[in-house]
């Protein structure tokens, strides 16, 4: 079946830094979620990406779909202390079906 | 719109009971699903539905799992003869879906339940 993989696993960076996280699936999605769970909350819906080569912005988040629609990356520029959580994505590869999620990054920001 | 609401937000039983767990979702989503997930991994897809039409479950879903969705509104999950590779956070989420690509998911803030 499908399989969605992120890396890394963990991230620490210094608040300020960069982080990027990355997503691959073994199949061609037809779209991609991105999704961010504060440590204790539930997954809070970030973006979907439908196009190949889609890059979307949201403030310091870039979020782009490869050509190929099987792999995504996150990126946030400057981190700050409120971006800590785990950021999940979750691909699709039939229309209206099912989504399969990896199993995260986790960010921690150091002040 | 309160958003998905699921109850019990904790529930403790020991091995070999049966429990039920329910989700409420947003009033006008028509697509609810199920998930499970443990500490360290994302969440897991145990079955979803389209109004009251169960469309899929997971293959790794073993027949002590039922789930219904009745008249489309709420849906109950149950699992029968509790194991202790059961214990885990039970999500719902919810979305309303119109077209061809998925639209977002709002989640509920689960029920984590815990084996003895």
């Known amino acids: 079946g499908q399989q969605v993989m992120q890396i890394p696993q963990y991230q620490h960076v210094q608040e300020g830094e960069d982080f990027t996280t990355y997503c691959n699936s073994s199949?061609?999605?037809?779209?991609i979620q991105w999704y961010k769970q504060r440590p204790g909350g539930h997954p809070v819906f970030l973006i979907q990406?439908?196009?190949?080569?889609e890059v979307k912005k949201q403030k310091r988040l870039t979020f782009q779909f490869g050509e190929a629609k099987k792999n995504s990356s996150l990126h946030i520029t400057a981190t700050q202390t409120t971006d800590v959580g785990t950021y999940f994505c979750?691909?699709?590869?039939?229309?209206?079906?099912?989504?399969?999620f990896g199993d995260g990054t986790t960010l921690t920001v150091k002040p | 719109d309160t958003g998905v609401s699921q109850n019990p937000r904790h529930k403790i039983t020991k091995r070999g009971q049966n429990v039920t767990f329910r989700c409420d979702p947003i009033?006008?989503?028509?697509?609810l699903y199920w998930y499970r997930q443990t500490l360290g991994q994302g969440p897991e897809f145990l079955t979803y539905?389209?109004?009251?039409?169960?469309?899929?479950k997971s293959r790794l879903l073993s027949d002590r799992f039922s789930a219904e969705r009745p008249k489309g509104s709420f849906s109950t999950l149950e699992i029968q003869r509790t194991e202790q590779g059961d214990s885990a956070m039970y999500l719902c989420?919810?979305?309303?879906?119109?077209?061809?690509?998925?639209?977002?998911?709002?989640f509920g803030d689960g029920t984590r339940l815990s084996i003895l």
């Open positions: 979750a691909g699709t590869n039939t229309n209206a079906g099912k989504s399969t």
């Open positions: 989420a919810s979305s309303f879906e119109q077209g061809v690509d998925n639209q977002p998911q709002h």
């Open positions: 990406l439908v196009k190949s080569g």
């Open positions: 009033s006008e989503h028509n697509r």
């Open positions: 199949t061609t999605l037809s779209n």
């Open positions: 539905f389209q109004n009251e039409a169960q469309l899929e």
